[in-house]
């Protein structure tokens, strides 16, 4: 299978790092696109190009998105009508309706995929399973070091410098919270779609000085009775903002893609 990469940070580099180490994988990365090859130029590496056209112009089976909202506006059209499916990491750039049913519907028309993978949360299978039936009712909260807000829109409305173990940042709808911290709530945008929508979904976003992680809730009641998740895990060494869990959930999710055997799709 030919993958392309779009973005090489922290999640890009676990990925690939993994993928080059296992041989025998079957996964094979023709190119990464950045948006400026200069900073890229101590890894040696003659697949990075930030150079769009190059980019497109190779025989991808997918493009796994890695680099943020804009990337998926600027790209993700593009990756469809280049005939490759899409594995979207930025899910909170589909709380832009017009972007979302346009990728949806180039997907019809080329017959590709657009993969939401699980990613930094888990319980989404349970939680997608749940929606075919009633589901009445879905509950998220997102409680992260407060190392992690550092370079968001937190910092211009709070006092992060100040001990402070359940600051709330947000309380609301996933549309408008995943909005607002595009970079630190994307999974919140993935609970949604997988269960009751980006309207439906109550999200509550907190900044706690007492902890050095991530812990994030989910609740749901529905015909199918009542399910509570809870993950702690652990920050991406090179990206606060990030759980190490994203980049081996996505590697999982490649690994499903090529696999004789599936467990949990």
């Not at 680099?67 to 790209?75: D, M, N, W």
């Not at 009712?137 to 807000?149: L, S």
Request: proline share 2%; net charge positive.
């Amino acid at each position: 299978m030919n993958v392309g990469l779009i973005g090489f940070g922290a999640i890009s580099q676990n990925i690939y790092k993994y993928f080059v180490n296992n041989q025998n994988s079957n996964i094979n990365f023709k190119t990464i696109l950045v948006r400026n090859i200069k900073n890229y130029a101590k890894y040696d590496l003659n697949i990075i190009t930030d150079n769009p056209e190059q980019f497109f112009n190779k025989n991808l089976d997918y493009v796994i998105e890695c680099a943020g909202h804009e990337s998926v506006f600027s790209f993700g059209a593009k990756v469809l009508k280049n005939k490759s499916n899409l594995m979207i990491t930025s899910t909170g750039a589909l709380t832009n309706d017009n972007l979302f049913s346009n990728l949806l519907l180039l997907s019809k028309k080329y017959n590709k995929k657009i993969i939401i993978p699980s990613a930094g949360i888990g319980a989404l299978d349970m939680l997608s399973a749940s929606s075919i039936g009633v589901l009445k009712e879905v509950n998220m909260v997102i409680r992260k070091n407060t190392e992690a807000w550092i370079g968001t829109v937190a910092e211009n409305k709070f006092d992060l410098t100040t001990y402070n173990d359940n600051l709330i940042l947000f309380t609301g709808t996933v549309r408008e919270g995943a909005k607002l911290y595009p970079q630190n709530v994307n999974i919140s945008a993935s609970v949604a779609l997988a269960g009751i929508g980006l309207d439906k979904t109550n999200l509550k976003i907190i900044s706690d000085s007492s902890i050095n992680t991530h812990i994030i809730s989910i609740n749901a009641k529905g015909d199918f009775g009542e399910f509570n998740f809870e993950e702690n895990v652990i920050p991406s060494e090179e990206n606060e903002k990030t759980g190490k869990i994203v980049s081996l959930a996505i590697i999982k999710t490649l690994k499903n893609l090529t696999s004789n055997l599936i467990i949990g799709l």
